[in-house]
Structures are given as C-alpha cells and as structure tokens.
C-alpha cells in the first residue's frame, strides 16, 4: 500500500537486463499519477541462489513484485519466496506467451533475452558505449557536461566496469580519477548536467586489489600504492573531498558492478524522472 506521501516499493526482476519488466512497470505506472513508485531493480537473475538476493530486497522494502523469468527453477523459487513474504509477484509476459503458444500450438523457447531487437534504444545505448570509451579514466575533460554520469574515485574502485555497465544501461558514463597530491580537474566544478557520483572502498580490501594487481604486473609489491596506511588515507582524502562538494557516495567493497550501477541509475532518475529508461 502506498505510505503517507503517496509513495509505494515495486521490485523488477528480470533474467535478462530488465528492459522488458522496466517497460511494462513503466508504462503502467503513468495511468496512476498519484502515487510514486520506488522501484527496485533486479537484473541477471538466472539461479535460486540470486533470487535469494532478490528476496532479502523485497523482505526489507515490501511491494508488489513484477517479473520477467523463464526458467521454472528460478521461477518457482521467486514464487515461492513471495508467498512466504506474503507480497504480489506477477510474471508480467505469462498472459501474452500463453496467448501465442495457444495459437501458434507451441511452447516457449526458454531462452532469456532473445526478445531484443534494434530499435532506437539499441541506437542509444551504442552512442554511450562509444562515449564512455572516449571518457575513460580521464580523458576529453572538456567534453565531461555532455555526461549522464561521471565517476569519481581513487585507483581501483571500479570506475571503469561501472560505467561500461551504466553504457550498456544508455547512459553516456565518464569517470576520473582522483590520484593523492593532485588537484581535481576544475572541470568538475562548473558540471551541471552529470550527476557525479563518489566512489569508495574500504581501505585494506583497496590494498590487497591493489596488491594483486601489482603482483600480476610484476611490479614492487611493497609500492606506496599498496600500502594499507596509505591507501587509507587516500580513501580518507577522497571522502572528504566528496563532502565537500555535496556528491553522493558509495561504498563499492561489498557491492557488485550491478548493484552499484543500479543505484547510480537511481541517483540519475532522482534528478531526471522523466530519462527516457533503456533498461533490459
């Protein structure tokens, strides 16, 4: 039920990148302009185990639950855990695929995905593939205000795959980074349009990717770099400059790329309700 402010959780969960289950909540949502919906997004759900993920989502913020899966499995274990829950879970294509293998007189091919084609969110999602490559790590500062999104963080936060999935998602992703001693571009201070978004690690999990990573490059495994004193004062560094600059942070030790990115894509649809939503 939507609380006081007219506000109410829904949870998608697809098995693919959530473009289908997106579509559909989204095109159901704008028929009830009164209410908000605050919508939790669960993509690549493809094994029980994720969907015991998905389940702790749902028991922390319980709402109606939209699902586009195919595997009985997965399936049957979201179901079931729903009801457990004693929330609505609704597989929103059930109703079209069982019109179609009516008439057509065949079943389903229970692959995920296969329903892409090219369309114009395909065409959108190329354009910010090419941008965030062009904005690695960096590069084309001058360019930084036709961003969705640009990434902050010290070495090893996971700038780089986070906004190749945000691409991959349609949003034009750029990330720099912030190395110890030297000032941020001044770029970043006159950005209007992006929303800037800090990332962190915790301190001795940065040391030891930092360590492997020097390790695979054969490079001095006692480097400044890697150690834990200084990288903790990297990190401490890095999140004061955030504050100071009123930029949303978080913390990627314990997230996945996924995670992180949906919560980035929260923070972009916070300040743009009205993006268009290239999401699977």
């Given at each position: 039920?939507?609380?006081?402010?007219?506000?109410?959780?829904?949870?998608?969960?697809?098995?693919?990148?959530?473009?289908?289950?997106?579509?559909?909540?989204?095109?159901c949502?704008?028929?009830?302009?009164?209410?908000?919906a605050?919508?939790?997004?669960?993509?690549?759900?493809?094994?029980?185990?994720?969907?015991?993920?998905?389940?702790?989502?749902?028991?922390?913020?319980?709402?109606?639950?939209?699902?586009?899966?195919?595997?009985?499995?997965?399936?049957?274990?979201?179901?079931?855990g729903?009801?457990?829950?004693?929330?609505?879970?609704?597989?929103?294509l059930?109703?079209?695929?069982?019109?179609?293998?009516?008439?057509?007189?065949?079943?389903i091919?229970?692959?995920?995905?296969?329903?892409?084609?090219?369309?114009?969110?395909?065409y959108?999602?190329?354009?910010?593939?090419?941008?965030?490559?062009?904005?690695?790590?960096?590069?084309?500062?001058?360019?930084?205000?036709?961003?969705?999104?640009?990434?902050?963080?010290?070495?090893?936060?996971?700038?780089?795959?986070?906004?190749?999935?945000l691409?991959?998602?349609?949003?034009?992703?750029?990330?720099?980074?912030?190395?110890?001693?030297?000032?941020?571009?001044e770029?970043?201070?006159?950005?209007?349009?992006?929303?800037?978004?800090?990332?962190?690690?915790?301190?001795?999990?940065?040391s030891?990717?930092r360590?492997?990573?020097?390790?695979?490059?054969?490079?001095?495994?006692?480097?400044?770099?890697?150690?834990?004193?200084?990288?903790?004062?990297?990190?401490?560094?890095?999140?004061?400059?955030?504050?100071?600059?009123?930029?949303?942070?978080?913390?990627?030790?314990?997230?996945?790329?996924?995670?992180?990115?949906?919560?980035?894509?929260?923070?972009?649809?916070?300040?743009?309700p009205?993006?268009?939503?290239?999401e699977?």
């Amino acid at each position: 039920m939507p609380d006081r402010n007219g506000a109410f959780h829904i949870h998608l969960v697809s098995d693919s990148t959530g473009e289908t289950v997106a579509t559909v909540a989204r095109a159901c949502l704008v028929q009830f302009s009164d209410v908000r919906a605050i919508q939790h997004l669960w993509y690549l759900v493809r094994t029980p185990g994720q969907v015991e993920r998905v389940l702790a989502g749902v028991g922390n913020d319980p709402g109606l639950v939209l699902f586009t899966v195919v595997d009985p499995d997965v399936r049957r274990a979201l179901e079931t855990g729903c009801y457990a829950l004693g929330v609505p879970c609704v597989p929103v294509l059930d109703p079209v695929m069982s019109g179609l293998g009516n008439l057509l007189g065949r079943g389903i091919t229970g692959r995920p995905g296969v329903q892409h084609v090219l369309d114009a969110a395909y065409y959108r999602r190329m354009d910010a593939i090419e941008f965030t490559i062009s904005h690695d790590d960096g590069q084309m500062l001058h360019d930084l205000e036709a961003a969705d999104v640009v990434l902050v963080g010290v070495s090893r936060t996971s700038k780089t795959p986070t906004c190749a999935y945000l691409a991959n998602r349609g949003l034009k992703a750029a990330n720099v980074p912030l190395v110890h001693g030297i000032p941020l571009p001044e770029e970043l201070d006159t950005l209007t349009n992006p929303v800037i978004v800090g990332l962190t690690r915790e301190p001795k999990s940065l040391s030891e990717i930092r360590l492997n990573r020097l390790k695979q490059m054969n490079d001095d495994a006692d480097s400044h770099y890697a150690r834990v004193d200084a990288v903790a004062e990297e990190v401490a560094e890095a999140r004061r400059i955030f504050a100071r600059r009123g930029w949303p942070v978080i913390d990627v030790t314990r997230r996945s790329i996924e995670e992180a990115a949906a919560t980035i894509i929260e923070f972009y649809r916070t300040k743009y309700p009205d993006c268009p939503n290239d999401e699977d």
